[in-house]
């Protein structure tokens, strides 16, 4: 599966921002989609995820309650609505694909993920 993310963009802390990540080449169907970002002399780390199959998710504490993912089988995507930004939210943000989870929650962990998609930049102003 190929995938896309966008959406990013320059946004005033406390304010939202949706990120896209649109898989072609294949139907998500038994697969988890997440997100992971990586700021300027990081390490990219887990944001969020969800597993298509019984949509169970999983989030990062640092996002929890200002982020929410979300799978949109009429588009093959998957989507990643964030809200409260902060300048320590602005990053590259990546999405990648777990072609086998099935119905198991989501991983936190890249090595699950053999998909990557390119970034978005998201840019956040205090």
């Known amino acids: 599966v190929q995938l896309q993310a966008s959406g990013g963009g320059l946004v005033q802390a406390g304010g939202s921002l949706r990120l896209s990540c649109a898989a072609s080449?294949?139907?998500?169907?038994?697969?988890?989609v997440g997100w992971f970002r990586q700021a300027p002399g990081k390490e990219r780390e887990f944001v969020a995820a969800?597993?298509?199959?019984?949509?169970?998710?999983s989030y990062a504490e640092s996002v929890k309650g200002r982020f929410y993912v979300s799978g949109d089988a009429t588009q093959n995507s998957v989507h990643l609505q964030m809200h409260n930004l902060k300048p320590e939210d602005a990053a590259v943000y990546y999405c990648?694909?777990?072609?086998?989870?099935?119905?198991?929650?989501?991983?936190?962990?890249?090595?699950?993920?053999?998909?990557w998609g390119r970034g978005t930049l998201v840019t956040v102003s205090s």
């Open positions: 990648a694909a777990d072609s086998n989870r099935g119905a198991r929650s989501p991983s936190s962990l890249e090595r699950a993920y053999e998909s």
């Open positions: 080449g294949r139907t998500l169907s038994r697969h988890a």
């Open positions: 969800v597993a298509w199959s019984g949509g169970a998710t």
